[in-house]
């Protein structure tokens, strides 16, 4: 008893901020024991005052840095002047916004959202309109095609599609409509489509699952699949969009053009959740007043941000960055020679980088990161994802392998 007396009054102000979080925040997620109260580029600090490297990015939301400076500086004076009004009006910042969304995709039309799910969710409906408008499926019978091991966001119409069994427990019935297929298979592909297939949506490269990069090609069978089948391609960029693998989205790495294309995250600079479906006409123009909507969506605010964030990509040199410094990245870690690792997978500053599960979970491996002042994430227990600022030098990069090898060695020794 008076153990737990002593230990009551001895816990770090972590602990007992940790403590008091979990009193009042539902448990839908498992973080690492770290309380941040500030970001500035790169690096993030916790509440005592120790200094880390961010390399998740917030699954690519900060993308361009915390705290960006044009980005806040542009915020600020928005928020002064116009934060706030529904799209019952026009704004003169979402023309702008939406046609720079357009230039730099090669698209046509957007339509603005909030976070990544809703403008999924978004395209779904788009898909659908699409097949009972143009293609004439019958009412009720549109099909959309989905890969194994997708990660699309968590409301109910998407984890219906998804494949994974924690995302979907105790959460059914599901939205019908959906054929999950194999990732980087585009035989399966062929024969699920039917002639009730109005579109695929597939992630160019999955990131949840593990950062999966499929085979070279890829994209471009799938374009020339969707086309020749009159079947909507239809890309969720959420997390690989905007300059995350060394490209401004991943499908121009094939020199393909989707016929919509789903973004978020990035897109609100890192400040505010800003999304968006750009797509062509013939699918964008099909939406009518009323048939889709969102109270914050395209708001002031937003779009003065999201058009900031994108001129900085641009301006700032940020693709080029995470195109050149992705690829020093991802050599350096195949050069690691570690029983512990099982393989690297990546492309940009976008890498994944396998456990053997035998010998280490993820979850260990990032704990120990963190203690040497590295910030990351594991996904499905073998995996530790590696996704920094795309402002990030070459020195911060060697600084962050040098504390990764530590980490190998110090778990290898405990072996």
């Known amino acids: 008893m008076l ?18 979080e979990g009193r009042f925040v539902a448990r839908n997620y498992h973080p690492l024991p770290v309380i941040l109260n500030r970001g500035e580029g790169v690096y993030l600090w916790d509440q005592e005052g120790k200094k880390y490297l961010d390399m998740m990015s917030a699954y690519s939301a900060v993308s361009l840095g915390h705290s960006h400076p044009r980005i806040v500086k542009r915020l600020t004076e928005q928020a002064g002047r116009l934060a706030m009004c529904s799209r019952a009006y026009h704004t003169d910042t979402l023309g702008p916004f939406m046609e720079k969304l357009v230039e730099v995709t090669g698209l046509d039309m957007a339509l603005p959202m909030n976070t990544g799910a809703e403008a999924v969710e978004t ?5 659908r309109l699409w097949g009972y408008e143009v293609k004439k499926i019958p009412e009720n019978q549109a099909e959309i095609i989905v890969a194994e091991g997708n990660f699309h966001g968590r409301t109910t119409t998407i984890i219906s599609f998804s494949t994974e069994a924690d995302y979907r427990k105790n959460f059914g019935p599901f939205t019908p409509g959906f054929k999950a297929v194999p990732f980087d298979d585009i035989e399966a592909v062929k024969k699920a489509i039917t002639p009730n297939t109005a579109a695929i949506i597939f992630e160019p490269i999955q990131g949840e699952a593990g950062i999966k990069v499929p085979h070279e090609g890829y994209l471009q069978e799938l374009r020339a699949l969707c086309t020749a089948n009159n079947v909507l391609f239809i890309l969720d960029e959420v997390q690989s969009g905007l300059g995350r693998t060394g490209k ?3 499908y121009q790495h094939e ?4 016929d919509a294309v789903i973004l978020g995250k990035a897109l609100g600079g890192g400040l505010l959740p800003v999304s968006a479906l750009v797509g062509k006409k013939e699918v964008m123009g099909l939406f009518k007043p009323g048939s889709h909507g969102s109270t914050f969506g395209g708001n002031p605010l937003a779009a003065a941000v999201g058009l900031e964030a994108l001129k900085v990509l641009e301006e700032e040199g940020m693709v080029q960055n995470s195109a050149t410094l992705g690829k020093y ?40 990161l963190m203690e040497r002042g590295i910030l990351s994430k594991d996904t499905h227990h073998t995996v530790v994802r590696f996704a920094p600022p795309l402002t990030i030098t070459r020195e911060e990069i060697d600084w962050a392998l040098e504390q990764l090898k530590a980490v190998l060695r110090d778990l290898e020794g405990q072996k």
């Open 3 to 20: 153990n737990k007396i002593i230990q009551k009054f001895t816990k770090t102000p972590t602990e007992k901020a940790i403590e008091h």
């Open 255 to 258: 020199n393909v053009l989707p």
């Open 329 to 368: 990245f991802i050599e350096q870690m195949r050069g690691i020679n570690s029983p512990l690792i099982t393989g690297v997978r990546g492309r940009g500053l976008w890498i994944g980088l396998d456990f053997d599960p035998a010998r280490v979970s993820a979850r260990t491996v990032c704990e120990k």
């Open 123 to 127: 395209a779904v409906k788009a898909a």
């Open 248 to 250: 401004m989205f991943a």
